[in-house]
């Protein structure tokens, strides 16, 4: 496709990538997932059981499996979010028709029977070729429960534990790299003081081991959006005895929980307003580092923003408790957003997990009994997977803003990477949905192509009759002089190019 630079009226910006100053290196973990027993993300998106008529691998569905093994989801956290603090482990192993219910309170107050539980898991993670990343229950589990999970799937010594699990099937421990000390601990994970959980996890923490040569990362939970408060005493008082640090932090339209907005019906104020909340995300990681580097000065502890996304007053008729929202171009442009600040901030940010994988909330897949369909989110977080790995390039960017009411908007929001084939990936959002911007590159490179993301509506989405409306073109002609070439980047829209 050629984008003709000629022919559209677009606001005229500049872009430099400071090629010689490459910063730091891009966890890929910055692209990871999180699959919470809520609605349908479990249970129905993934998990159908060996006996269903859906296709599966012992009961979890190919198709789904097959477009997250093409997303190299790097890592992916399990099994809550709230559901965790609540989750016994015990009660997910040993043969699935003896395994008891428990009613799964926080969302939709549904049977829970179990049958997804760590081996599951661990298999889910083998067959899309992700690392576990495990939420224990600090809110209502014991110590010793927790100890004992991580002895179960990770030691090869002789053990109750270790018998139990080769009598369910699995003789080798598994791996389990990343392992988070309670969800939300000031919230629906025991509704703890700061002090309170940190003498918690410094307690539960002593007993989360490395057995058998596996070495996992312990995460403390973090703060909700704007509590400095709660880094400040997490890092004082506890900082050395954690790998990392978690911050969730949500995308309403509003900024209202009681009426966040709908996901699909919605116009440009709201559209201005969502990436003005989403765009708070930057600050906040640049307040909640700021406090860490008091403590931690060098970068020892990752901050995991282990829950981002957009959470939308649910579809009509659906469960409230099941979190189900559609996706549009406009949770495209979210993602690719957050995603270039993670990589912005790659000297702390360590890890990031998008809520959630599959039918609940800013989902990659949505799902209806037997048929699929891939959200513009899943196809911006497949753009971005160049940048995994790679080392950031610093990007300067000259440009009008994206004014609406009495609020503006930087027009473009970009990030860029080298990657270890030498090839320079630079991602930019184009946040106007009236006017393209012409965008003249500095360096010139030999070569450049790119991939484009965009739809003829702000709230256009992927259904399963028109399951590509939202899709990645291929571009590969842009204008070029001697110094500079330029691109024209669409309104709404997410491009990433590959530069040589
Ligand atoms: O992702 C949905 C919920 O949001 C999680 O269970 C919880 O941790 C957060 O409040």
């Not at 799964?104 to 898991?121: C, L, Q, R």
């Not at 400040?232 to 008082?237: A, D, P, V």
Request: net charge negative; with cysteine; charged share 20%.
């Amino acid at each position: 496709m050629t984008i003709s630079t000629a022919s559209v009226s677009a606001s005229d910006c500049k872009l430099r990538l400071r090629v010689n100053e490459p910063g730091c290196r891009i966890n890929p973990n910055i692209y990871g997932h999180f699959a919470e027993h809520l609605g349908r993300c479990v249970y129905e998106g993934i998990w159908v059981g060996e006996d269903s008529p859906i296709p599966n691998t012992r009961g979890i569905r190919k198709d789904v499996v097959g477009a997250l093994k093409y997303l190299h989801i790097p890592v992916l956290r399990w099994p809550g979010g709230c559901f965790a603090d609540e989750y016994h482990w015990k009660d997910g192993i040993g043969p699935r028709e003896k395994r008891p219910t428990m009613i799964n309170t926080h969302w939709g107050g549904v049977s829970e029977n179990n049958h997804f539980g760590t081996h599951e898991f661990m298999d889910l993670c083998e067959q899309i070729g992700a690392a576990p990343y495990i939420c224990g229950n600090v809110g209502s589990g014991t110590v010793q429960e927790m100890m004992q999970w991580v002895e179960y799937i990770t030691s090869d010594a002789e053990s109750p534990m270790t018998q139990l699990r080769r009598n369910n099937g699995r003789h080798e421990p598994w791996k389990l790299p990343y392992f988070g000390v309670g969800n939300e601990s000031w919230g629906c994970g025991g509704n703890m003081r700061p002090e309170y959980y940190a003498d918690n996890f410094r307690r539960y923490n002593t007993y989360v081991k490395n057995y058998s040569g596996n070495r996992v990362e312990r995460f403390a939970c973090g703060a909700n959006g704007a509590d400095f408060n709660w880094t400040e005493s997490l890092m004082s008082q506890a900082a050395s005895h954690m790998n990392g640090l978690s911050l969730h932090f949500y995308t309403l339209p509003t900024g209202n929980w009681s009426l966040k907005g709908s996901s699909t019906v919605f116009g440009e104020e709201e559209w201005h307003s969502t990436f003005v909340q989403t765009l708070r995300m930057d600050d906040l990681i640049t307040r909640h580092a700021e406090i860490m580097d008091k403590y931690d000065p060098s970068k020892r502890v990752g901050l995991i923003v282990d829950e981002w996304g957009t959470w939308y007053d649910v579809e009509p008729g659906t469960n409230p408790g099941f979190l189900y929202q559609q996706n549009t171009l406009r949770d495209a442009l979210v993602a690719a957003i957050n995603l270039n600040i993670f990589n912005r901030h790659c000297d702390r940010v360590t890890m990031a997990n998008i809520a959630q994988t599959v039918n609940v909330l800013q989902a990659m897949i949505l799902t209806d009994k037997e048929r699929i369909r891939l959200t513009p989110t899943y196809h911006v977080f497949e753009m971005y997977k160049v940048h995994q790995g790679a080392t950031l390039i610093p990007v300067e960017l000259e440009c009008p803003e994206y004014r609406l009411g009495g609020a503006s908007l930087p027009m473009l929001h970009a990030s860029a990477s080298r990657d270890a084939a030498n090839r320079t990936h630079l991602s930019i959002a184009n946040l106007d949905p009236n006017q393209a911007a012409r965008v003249s590159l500095t360096p010139l490179f030999a070569s450049l192509k790119g991939r484009l993301l965009t739809a003829d509506d702000i709230s256009a989405h992927n259904t399963f009759d028109a399951p590509s409306r939202v899709h990645p073109r291929q571009i590969d002609e842009f204008e070029r002089d001697n110094n500079a070439a330029a691109v024209v980047i669409p309104s709404k829209s997410v491009l990433v190019l590959e530069l040589e």
